[in-house]
């Protein structure tokens, strides 16, 4: 089946059901549908035939949206090729294949999970990482109420040891979620955490969140720090870290492009969480970063309250995306 008749049977799904994560996906998608959308539309009445000029401008619209520059051409060499082997003209004709295409783009014929791979013999061990400032912690608050809302023992550890405030701040959230909470200040994050792993393991903890510095200015201090945090919890738990989710601001756009390159290279990212998705127009990073990066997004947060963070759903999202053209 087309994801095309996929989403039509989403949209009635949702009148069927009025389910609550579609609702989330539309609201939180809202700015980028409303100035993506509406330029294609527009795109559609100005070109009623399929022409090189009616590509370039589509080029911009895509680009606009923030689905990245390789991301876009890529795109539109899969989109030329299926106009000509289908003998496409009419420019209506052409949304349900740029529906299409977008969704194989992220794909990519992979097996994509956005669960969390959990421990089944014990304590989840997953770490946090990403540069300040992007909603890193309160995506740990968020996770942490997730996993409590299914029952899991939850504690969070604070690794970011030297930041003022950092410590506090994830305490306040420890205690608004009702989650257990280690944290020392100004020492050796590393020791923190073996600390605070003891304490999880002596507690019966199911999952484990562990804060991060996010120092990105100078690599190298941060790969020895992150290596030799790996290197504890390992010790401790083997096999773990089972996650390390890079956090990364949505509206920050190609700048997250590059914090996911950075942090690809000096730690072992198993998935990224794209925060204030809900607050941008440049929904389209979505597809950017996983196309340029070769990273699954686990996560999305689309609003402030507690349950606006959502697994990721390909099919919600182009949903949230292309949902009046259905």
Known sequence: MKIFEKLKNIVKREKETNKESLEIYDKGLEKTRNEFVSKLNLLGIKYTKVNEAYFEELEDILISADIGVNTVFNFLNRLRDRVKKEKIEDTKNLMEIIIDELFIIYVNNESLTTKLNLNQNGLTVVLMVGVNGVGKTTTIAKL??????????????????????????????????DSLFYGKENIDPAGVIYDGLEEALKNNVDIVFIDTAGRLQNKVNLMKELEKINKVIGKLIPGAPHETLLVIDAATGQNGIMQATSFK??????????????????????????????????FIGLGEKMTDLQEFDIEEYIYGLFKEMM
């Open 144 to 177: 942490a109420y997730k996993y409590k809302q299914m029952g899991k023992k939850v504690m969070m550890i604070a690794g970011d040891t030297f930041r003022a405030g950092a410590v506090e701040q994830l305490k306040i959230w420890a205690d608004k979620t």
């Open 265 to 298: 290279e000096i730690t072992n990212i198993t998935g990224l969480v794209l925060t204030k998705l809900d607050g941008t127009a440049k929904g389209g990073i979505v597809l950017a970063i996983k196309e340029e990066v070769g990273l699954p997004v686990k």
